[in-house]
């Protein structure tokens, strides 16, 4: 039974219409999903004595374990974001003669071979394995690879647990922020404390036994919770919920744009995918943590120009790119409404100004890592606001791909075309491009006066731009009805 499952798994994935319209995005992300395991590769095989040569005076197992409670606990939040549920067409399979907890089996044991569990064995396998060529004990890091095995798949079915619970996800994030501040600020040597934990399994390899029997408990939580949902009758009733709704009076101010925005709104609020993607909005803030402090990026002019493009204008990047394809539901009724197709095309751009903004005053601590950051990224949120706006809605004419708002935004590409890789150049290469050559022809503050002006003239042109973006709009809208009623 379990073969005949993967032969229809097999069958369902290459006979799928997406698959034959994406085979270059398949290519793609499998491309870049041999680039993760190499680089976890390279690093578990070079890890002990990159370690051993940067702190000679520290056991590299030892350090490594230290730091095991930041990569558990933050590969539990990537996943939440980032990991879809393990879902099996089962529909047809209940008025079958086929026993429901092998279709429930079926779907877990399948996940236990995702992507996000195979990745890390790429780093634990060949780490264990240098660690027994370099004298340490054989059953001790075999007892300790077992551990890392099974905490990788506990982690995945505590996920599938706790996955619509943000209440959860915020007491992970305080965990994982709590704890780097700790440690950083050297309040407590939590890294140290926990990773003792690891380092007693190394010296008493029985002990994997607790790791296996917290699998197992996981397991059969997982086991039952979707045991009571494989019924026919579950799947086919509907479900009555109330309507909630949302005082979004304050958009009336802004005239005939309102009904559009609020619109718009209770999409991004009420919708998985647009939901998901709010939350890369604190992701896309905190971009700057990861280049500002570091020395090696302070004398590359660039890297501002990237961080302030991408930390005010990640709403701007994942919103304004779907354009108008988050109305590929109702497009063609959409279409057939008296107005202004120039209103609509404005209301899309009064939010991404505004949220444009907002990012821009919430990332002015930046100005902590000095007056240079702050100038780029008011620049650069000129530049967003005049420039890349108008790429972005024009991008948006060639879009013909529906969405699926039941999903998550996070690693997925249904709906991605294109248009989606290749308008990147102008919106990041572009503008980094020009700052760092006129910041090395002639001087840091003139790039960024260029780079605020280029905004400023956007600005200034903006309803002429707009008019010619219209007229593109309204030539390609019945393109748009048709692409939009075809599923992906």
Same mark, same amino acid.
């Given at each position: ?64 374990? !230290? ?52 990745? /890390? ?115 086919? !009733? ?74 005010? /204008? ?14 590929? !539901? ?16 404005? &209301? ?40 890349? &706006?108008?790429?972005?809605?024009? /991008? ?46 002639? !001087? ?45």
């Amino acid at each position: 039974m379990i073969r005949h499952f993967l032969r229809l798994e097999k069958k369902q994935f290459f006979r799928s219409s997406y698959w034959q319209k994406s085979i270059f995005l398949n290519i793609l992300i499998g491309l870049f999903a041999l680039y993760f395991m190499a680089s976890f590769l390279i690093i578990g095989i070079g890890g002990y004595f990159i370690i051993q040569d940067q702190f000679p005076d520290k056991d590299p197992l030892m350090l490594v374990n !230290s730091f095991l409670l930041f990569a558990i606990v933050g590969d539990l939040v990537f996943r939440y974001i980032m990991q879809k549920l393990p879902v099996m067409n089962i529909k047809p399979f209940l008025i079958l003669p086929i026993k429901k907890s092998k279709i429930v089996h079926f779907i877990l044991v399948k996940s236990s071979f995702s992507f996000f569990n195979i990745m /890390g064995l790429f780093f634990y396998i060949p780490f264990a394995i240098v660690l027994m060529n370099q004298g340490y004990d054989t059953a001790g890091v075999l007892g300790w690879l077992a551990t890392m095995i099974l905490l990788i798949q506990s982690v995945n079915f505590l996920n599938f647990l706790i996955n619509k619970n943000n209440v959860v996800l915020g007491l992970l994030l305080t965990l994982l922020i709590g704890g780097y501040l700790i440690q950083h600020y050297e309040v407590f040597n939590l890294a140290a404390f926990v990773g003792q934990g690891f380092d007693f399994v190394y010296q008493n390899p029985i002990f994997v036994i607790a790791f296996l029997t917290l699998l197992v408990v996981l397991y059969a939580l997982n086991y039952s919770q979707l045991r009571k949902e494989v019924y026919l009758d579950a799947i086919i !009733s509907e479900k009555t919920k109330e309507a909630n709704t949302s005082d979004l009076s304050f958009a009336d101010r802004l005239g005939d744009l309102a009904p559009f925005i609020k619109n718009d709104l209770r999409l991004m609020w009420r919708n998985k995918r647009t939901k998901s993607g709010i939350w890369m909005l604190a992701l896309g803030l905190g971009y700057g943590l990861i280049f500002y402090t570091q020395d090696i990026y302070a004398n590359i002019d660039a890297i501002f120009v990237l961080v302030g493009i991408f930390s005010t /204008g990640t709403f701007l990047i994942n919103f304004g790119q779907f354009i108008p394809a988050w109305d590929s !539901s109702y497009y063609n009724m959409l279409m057939s409404q008296n107005f202004k197709y120039e209103r609509y095309l404005k &209301s899309k751009f009064t939010i991404m100004a505004i949220s444009v903004l907002l990012l821009f005053v919430l990332g002015i601590p930046y100005v902590y890592f000095g007056w240079k950051v702050i100038a780029v990224h008011f620049a650069a949120m000129i530049y967003n606001i005049g420039v890349n &706006s108008h790429v972005i809605l024009y /991008g948006g004419t060639f879009n013909r791909k529906k969405i699926n708002l039941d999903e998550k935004a996070a690693f997925n590409f249904q709906g991605t075309g294109a248009v989606q890789w290749l308008i990147g150049f102008p919106l990041m290469l572009l503008p980094m491009g020009l700052f760092a050559l006129i910041s090395w022809l002639v !001087s840091f503050e003139i790039a960024t006066v260029v780079l605020a002006a280029l905004g400023f003239i956007g600005i200034a042109l903006h309803k002429k731009m707009m008019r010619a973006i219209t007229n593109l709009y309204i030539k390609n809208k019945y393109k748009m009805i048709h692409a939009f009623n075809q599923e992906n």
